[in-house]
């Protein structure tokens, strides 16, 4: 019995030592890939469609036959939302994986925990979220190396402005002058809340706080009686998306029919448009699928995400991820090296035509060198999916006005 | 009758006052405060079962609720039900999960001190919720019902009323609990090993059966609150941890078995709280309330104890 087990164990060993000489033969005879590390927090939809979308665009120039020759690979750590995690991740992908590029990215507080490692790498980041000036305030000016997509809050704010003027002007009958913002007592809500006073000083601008159900509120009544009581031309609601549904449910049990109703959360629940409570919800976002109409980029985008994971995206995060590994590829394309200052300087050049419409470029933004997108997209929610009503060149519906009354739905 | 001593009819007397001025300003705050109670107070019985009656401190309470609000979110999505359809199963589910999380962990401890019990029942809902968050993501979940948006008019007010389904389901719970401890056996031995775990178990009480059955109704029960509670909030794996915290003042802030005065220390929170949101920019205030009046009965009723 001994013998045999002996024998056997002999056998294993040199299974495991021929194994080990052709895996070591096939990494020494082919390329080394070109290595994307990727931070998101999984465990979210924006980073889980965000990391999926990325890895599509990978997918997609491999098949092409890679870049400069040579495969190119995407790394992902989960950044679980929090700001040491996601520090770690960097310090990993940096060190142990070596990767060339950063990239990823959703929340502005877990990306302040990780400015001091990415300082220290100094590796080309293309980073698709953080939208807080104070993230860029920590990053600060002459980081060339640091590449952002996603707009700046003050970016995001100016262009509500130029949003709602423009369609005030197209739509007479639209009426911006007086809003009430609901808003969660968290700095998310607060700070919009202070943004939009500022923004729109012009207009008469009313708020008051709540407690957001994913902070244990979820009882809207108070505040939205109290708008119902003010009238406004706009309520729009500044919270996260635990809060969409029931916000929606509680103003249809107090009869609140603005003639506007906005919803901004930095994302809204999956299942959100299938409710009749959707209907005619105003929204802020950067894409959409009703894009797939007007811009072939997205419909090819939207096409490959939903043939390989058999799931529509339901965040701008996605097209943003996949975004992210493109302009890096199309500049290292054109660089024809990986040289950093090289690669820099192609990148500064970009211009890449992404699937949210807009043709990607980058110039210096308040602090940073190298600001991507500052357009977000006004949309509403009409049977169930997500219109572009602004801007106009990329509008695929309507807007549809005032929001019509509960009881006459 | 209900006998009250001098200082609880004063105590009477203001709050009725109390009310009564605030339903002449916005009766909306006294219907929204009593809807409010009735969740918090839906939600702190079964931890009043568990803590108050068997003295086993549950931090997984919220994380327990969340499972049943999850189970019967899959439910009615998997088989196009009615929550409140899916809400039997759920709730056999959620005894079982009772049974296996009381025999794999809680019955090591039930004897030990309550700093391990805290520890452990903490354990407990960081593996609930990050398995909950593997399964199904953080992402929040929300059924859309129609019947969760009713409501009724009065003049020029109209406010909704699916909401007082809470204040219901903790009636509902308080008469049932209060007949399954005072008329059943297995309720008076709940009671006893409550009191005195060793002398029950001399007069032949299985004390670790009466434990198990007792943590595992209470789990049913947040498998009902769980149901209902999906039916009108958003759930996603952190839903819990709020409401533990809040059912663990309320359990304490009645005094420990008092089921009673768990649904009227609701009350008094619940509309306190929408009193506060009542005003101007309140809205930010009403977590501030909940904490101060739960310190301040306990300081008035520490200082009353001492002057006995």
Same mark, same amino acid.
């Given at each position: 019995?001994?013998?045999?087990?002996?024998?056997?164990?002999?056998?294993?060993?040199?299974?495991?030592?021929?194994?080990?000489?052709?895996?070591?033969?096939? !990494?020494?005879? #082919?390329?080394?890939?070109?290595?994307?590390?990727?931070?998101?927090?999984?465990?979210?939809?924006?980073?889980?469609?965000?990391?999926?979308?990325?890895?599509?665009?990978?997918?997609?120039?491999?098949?092409?036959?890679?870049?400069?020759?040579?495969?190119?690979?995407?790394?992902?750590?989960?950044?679980?939302?929090?700001?040491?995690?996601?520090?770690?991740?960097?310090?990993?992908? !940096?060190?142990?994986?070596?990767?060339?590029?950063?990239?990823?990215?959703?929340?502005?507080?877990?990306?302040?925990?990780?400015?001091?490692?990415?300082?220290?790498?100094?590796?080309?980041?293309?980073?698709?979220?953080?939208?807080?000036?104070?993230?860029?305030?920590?990053?600060?000016?002459?980081?060339?190396?640091?590449?952002?997509?996603?707009?700046?809050?003050?970016?995001?704010?100016?262009?509500?402005?130029?949003?709602?003027?423009?369609?005030?002007?197209?739509?007479?009958?639209?009426?911006?002058?007086?809003?009430? *913002?609901?808003?969660?007592?968290?700095?998310?809500?607060?700070?919009?809340?202070?943004?939009?006073?500022?923004?729109?000083?012009?207009?008469?601008?009313?708020?008051?706080?709540?407690?957001?159900?994913?902070?244990?509120?979820?009882?809207?009544?108070?505040?939205?009686?109290?708008?119902?009581?003010?009238?406004?031309?706009?309520?729009?609601?500044?919270?996260?998306?635990?809060?969409?549904?029931?916000?929606?449910?509680?103003?249809?049990?107090?009869?609140?029919?603005?003639?506007?109703?906005?919803?901004?959360?930095?994302?809204?629940?999956?299942?959100?448009?299938?409710?009749?409570?959707?209907?005619?919800?105003?929204?802020?976002?950067?894409?959409?699928?009703?894009?797939?109409?007007?811009?072939?980029?997205?419909?090819?985008?939207?096409?490959?995400?939903?043939?390989?994971?058999?799931?529509?995206?339901?965040?701008?995060?996605?097209?943003? #991820?996949?975004?992210?590994?493109?302009?890096?590829?199309?500049?290292?394309?054109?660089?024809?090296?990986?040289?950093?200052?090289? *690669?820099?300087?192609?990148?500064?050049?970009?211009?890449?035509?992404?699937?949210?419409?807009?043709?990607?470029?980058?110039?210096?933004?308040?602090?940073?060198?190298?600001?991507?997108?500052?357009?977000?997209?006004?949309?509403?929610?009409?049977?169930?999916?997500?219109?572009?009503?602004?801007?106009?060149?990329?509008?695929?519906?309507?807007?549809?006005?005032?929001?019509?009354?509960?009881?006459?739905? | 009758?209900?006998?009250?001593?001098?200082?609880?009819?004063?105590?009477?007397?203001?709050?009725?006052?109390?009310?009564?001025?605030?339903?002449?300003?916005?009766?909306?705050?006294?219907?929204?405060?009593?809807?409010?109670?009735?969740?918090?107070?839906?939600?702190?019985?079964?931890?009043?079962?568990?803590?108050?009656?068997?003295?086993?401190?549950?931090?997984?309470?919220?994380?327990?609720?969340?499972?049943?609000?999850?189970?019967?979110?899959?439910?009615?999505?998997?088989?196009?039900?009615?929550?409140?359809?899916?809400?039997?199963?759920?709730?056999?589910?959620?005894?079982?999960?009772?049974?296996?999380?009381?025999?794999?962990?809680?019955?090591?401890?039930?004897?030990?001190?309550?700093?391990?019990?805290?520890?452990?029942?903490?354990?407990?809902?960081?593996?609930?919720?990050?398995?909950?968050?593997?399964?199904?993501?953080?992402?929040?979940?929300?059924?859309?019902?129609?019947?969760?948006?009713?409501?009724?008019?009065?003049?020029?007010?109209?406010?909704?009323?699916?909401?007082?389904?809470?204040?219901?389901?903790?009636?509902?719970?308080?008469?049932?609990?209060?007949?399954?401890?005072?008329?059943?056996?297995?309720?008076?031995?709940?009671?006893?090993?409550?009191?005195?775990?060793?002398?029950?178990?001399?007069?032949?009480?299985?004390?670790?059966?009466?434990?198990?059955?007792?943590?595992?109704?209470?789990?049913?029960?947040?498998?009902?609150?769980?149901?209902?509670?999906?039916?009108?909030?958003?759930?996603?794996?952190?839903?819990?941890?709020?409401?533990?915290?809040?059912?663990?003042?309320?359990?304490?802030?009645?005094?420990?078995?008092?089921?009673?005065?768990?649904?009227?220390?609701?009350?008094?929170?619940?509309?306190?709280?929408?009193?506060?949101?009542?005003?101007?920019?309140?809205?930010?205030?009403?977590?501030?309330?909940?904490?101060?009046?739960?310190?301040?009965?306990?300081?008035?009723?520490?200082?009353?104890?001492?002057?006995?």
């Amino acid at each position: 019995m001994k013998k045999v087990l002996r024998f056997l164990g002999v056998l294993v060993l040199m299974a495991v030592f021929t194994m080990s000489i052709f895996a070591t033969g096939e !990494a020494e005879g #082919g390329e080394e890939p070109i290595k994307f590390g990727g931070v998101w927090p999984l465990g979210d939809i924006t980073g889980d469609q965000g990391s999926k979308a990325a890895q599509i665009a990978i997918d997609e120039i491999n098949a092409a036959g890679g870049l400069l020759g040579r495969p190119v690979e995407l790394i992902v750590i989960d950044s679980e939302l929090s700001p040491e995690k996601g520090a770690a991740a960097i310090e990993r992908l !940096a060190t142990i994986e070596d990767v060339d590029f950063f990239v990823g990215g959703m929340s502005s507080g877990v990306h302040l925990g990780q400015i001091p490692t990415l300082k220290k790498y100094r590796k080309i980041t293309m980073w698709t979220g953080a939208a807080s000036h104070t993230v860029e305030e920590a990053m600060g000016p002459n980081q060339e190396w640091y590449f952002h997509l996603h707009p700046w809050d003050y970016n995001q704010g100016a262009s509500y402005v130029e949003g709602w003027d423009a369609i005030a002007e197209r739509y007479p009958e639209i009426k911006t002058d007086r809003w009430f *913002l609901a808003y969660e007592e968290g700095p998310f809500g607060t700070a919009s809340f202070a943004a939009t006073k500022a923004l729109f000083a012009d207009r008469e601008i009313y708020g008051e706080p709540f407690q957001s159900a994913a902070a244990g509120g979820g009882d809207y009544t108070a505040v939205l009686e109290r708008a119902k009581e003010l009238e406004p031309d706009v309520f729009i609601w500044a919270a996260w998306e635990a809060d969409a549904l029931p916000l929606m449910e509680q103003s249809k049990a107090i009869d609140f029919n603005p003639p506007l109703y906005v919803g901004a959360p930095p994302g809204w629940p999956a299942d959100f448009g299938e409710s009749p409570l959707a209907e005619n919800v105003t929204l802020y976002g950067m894409w959409a699928p009703s894009l797939n109409n007007v811009i072939d980029n997205s419909k090819q985008f939207y096409d490959n995400y939903v043939t390989t994971y058999n799931e529509e995206p339901a965040t701008y995060f996605a097209p943003l #991820g996949y975004s992210a590994i493109y302009v890096i590829a199309e500049a290292v394309e054109r660089a024809g090296t990986l040289d950093q200052e090289a *690669l820099i300087a192609e990148l500064k050049k970009s211009k890449y035509q992404s699937p949210m419409g807009e043709i990607i470029t980058f110039s210096p933004s308040n602090i940073i060198s190298n600001q991507g997108i500052r357009k977000q997209k006004i949309l509403q929610w009409q049977n169930g999916m997500q219109e572009v009503i602004w801007p106009f060149e990329y509008s695929t519906a309507e807007p549809v006005y005032p929001f019509k009354p509960w009881k006459e739905r | 009758m209900l006998k009250m001593n001098r200082f609880q009819q004063i105590a009477a007397l203001l709050a009725a006052i109390c009310i009564g001025m605030i339903f002449l300003w916005r009766p909306t705050a006294i219907v929204y405060g009593v809807q409010r109670a009735g969740l918090y107070a839906a939600v702190a019985l079964p931890m009043a079962l568990v803590l108050g009656i068997v003295h086993i401190v549950n931090l997984a309470h919220g994380e327990i609720m969340m499972v049943g609000a999850y189970s019967t979110y899959f439910l009615s999505r998997t088989f196009g039900i009615d929550p409140y359809l899916a809400l039997i199963p759920t709730v056999l589910v959620l005894y079982v999960i009772g049974v296996a999380i009381y025999k794999s962990t809680i019955s090591r401890s039930v004897t030990g001190s309550e700093l391990s019990q805290l520890i452990l029942t903490f354990g407990i809902a960081m593996v609930l919720s990050q398995t909950m968050n593997l399964i199904a993501t953080s992402q929040p979940r929300k059924l859309s019902l129609s019947y969760v948006s009713s409501s009724a008019q009065i003049g020029e007010i109209s406010f909704g009323t699916y909401e007082f389904v809470f204040p219901v389901l903790a009636a509902l719970m308080l008469i049932g609990m209060t007949y399954f401890l005072r008329k059943t056996k297995l309720g008076k031995a709940a009671t006893a090993v409550g009191q005195n775990p060793r002398g029950s178990a001399v007069i032949g009480i299985n004390v670790q059966r009466t434990y198990m059955i007792i943590f595992a109704l209470s789990s049913a029960l947040l498998g009902v609150v769980g149901s209902v509670f999906m039916t009108k909030m958003s759930i996603f794996p952190m839903v819990g941890g709020s409401y533990t915290m809040k059912s663990f003042c309320l359990v304490a802030m009645a005094g420990i078995g008092n089921l009673p005065m768990v649904v009227i220390g609701s009350l008094v929170l619940g509309i306190a709280e929408s009193t506060i949101q009542a005003f101007p920019g309140g809205g930010g205030w009403s977590s501030l309330v909940f904490f101060v009046l739960i310190i301040a009965v306990i300081l008035v009723r520490s200082f009353r104890e001492k002057t006995v």
